[in-house]
């Protein structure tokens, strides 16, 4: 391997704002290049990127054609492309496959031979679509907690690119095993739960679970993000996101989504999906501008894929939180009737619905106070 010289980077125009002078920057593309990276990825994608991006997946910018690869194990070039599409990744993105990735395909592409080609892109788009959350949280967090600092750090260019790939090598295969345990973990208390009041349709087409399903959305926030900087707005939106998680969490129901300032929940009991939207009321409540959460119940069969719920149960839970105003829980006639009587509601009668055919009846269940 030759060494670099700053006449052949001055010839590619490889450069750097960050380096003090030409033995800097030599200095971070000769370790690059120590590392595997070639020229030709620097001069293309720039030196910050390189050092981050080999580290974390080998040939990230280049590598053996996937439509090549896949139809030499036997894999189709449609399904290849629908399976790319359905794990959230650009098919033809000329980013080729690793060792790794032709494995992955090459299972999902046996798994459709078992659970048929929909259904198989069905998961693969669940676990697609929350490996990129995954990723781009992480890469956020990344560069407002680590990058940002090393960027602005008076240390030579040199010392920040062996920094970012030194933080690479130490924490993410870490990570990436620590989230590997927790889905398994999650897999495994959902499987063994024999509480779950589940079943499968008669055309076997979806699994059927009755449950209480909730939205709660923040009142005002709207009018609040007008007016709030970034760092005001990040305050909120992460306390708004760990007080929910933990309110739905500690009792007993599983947050299936959150979007903005609103939330999506489920519970198999009643009670506590009443204790949680109590709790919910008083979320972000003390921030100037916000008025607490309104959160809208039902409960019935729903249907459950792909990680989420679908029916007209759920569909009746999100149009009358907007019913609602701050600090109020409103409810079905379905919820009401599974409450012990001691909880004090309050009929609200009958209410037309957008997209529901006949009248809800309405109730509004007293966030503290109890008869008797």
């Not at 208390?189 to 349709?201: K, S, T």
């Not at 916000?290 to 959160?295: E, F, I, K, Q, W």
């Amino acid at each position: 391997m030759s060494p670099v010289t700053f006449e052949e980077l001055q010839r590619r125009e490889i450069s750097h704002a960050r380096a003090r002078d030409d033995d800097d920057l030599v200095a971070a593309v000769q370790y690059l290049v120590d590392l595997g990276v070639t020229l030709d990825e620097i001069e293309e994608y720039g030196i910050q990127r390189m050092a981050s991006a080999r580290r974390v997946r080998e040939r990230a910018w280049h590598g053996t054609d996937a439509d090549a690869a896949l139809a030499g194990v036997g894999i189709d070039s449609d399904f290849s492309q629908r399976l790319r599409l359905a794990m959230g990744l650009q098919a033809g993105s000329g980013m080729g496959l690793t060792a790794d990735e032709l494995d992955a395909t090459r299972f999902f592409a046996g798994v459709r031979n078992i659970l048929g080609e929909e259904e198989t892109l069905s998961m693969v788009r669940v676990v697609g679509n929350s490996s990129a959350r995954i990723a781009r949280a992480t890469a956020s967090m990344l560069r407002v907690n680590f990058a940002t600092p090393i960027d602005n750090s008076p240390a030579p260019l040199a010392d920040a690119v062996v920094a970012y790939t030194q933080l690479i090598d130490s924490s993410l295969p870490t990570f990436l095993e620590a989230t590997a345990t927790l889905i398994r973990r999650h897999l495994a208390g959902f499987i063994a739960d024999e509480g779950l009041d589940m079943r499968v349709d008669e055309t076997r087409s979806a699994a059927l679970q009755r449950l209480v399903i909730g939205f709660a959305d923040l009142v005002g926030f709207t009018a609040f993000t007008e007016a709030a900087d970034a760092e005001q707005f990040m305050d909120v939106i992460g306390q708004f996101e760990s007080e929910v998680q933990e309110i739905v969490v500690a009792n007993g129901g599983t947050v299936v989504k959150m979007i903005g300032d609103e939330v999506m929940f489920v519970t198999q009991h009643t009670d506590e999906a009443v204790r949680v939207a109590r709790q919910l009321t008083s979320v972000c409540r003390d921030t100037a501008g916000l008025d607490g959460m309104r959160v809208g119940l039902s409960r019935g069969e729903v249907i459950n894929s792909g990680g989420d719920y679908y029916g007209t149960i759920v569909n009746i839970a999100s149009r009358i939180v907007g019913m609602s105003f701050p600090d109020a829980i409103v409810a079905t006639q379905s919820v009401v009737d599974a409450l012990p009587g001691t909880v004090a509601r309050t009929s609200l009668g009958p209410h037309e619905l957008r997209g529901i055919r006949d009248p809800i009846e309405l109730y509004q269940i007293d966030r503290l106070r109890v008869h008797g």
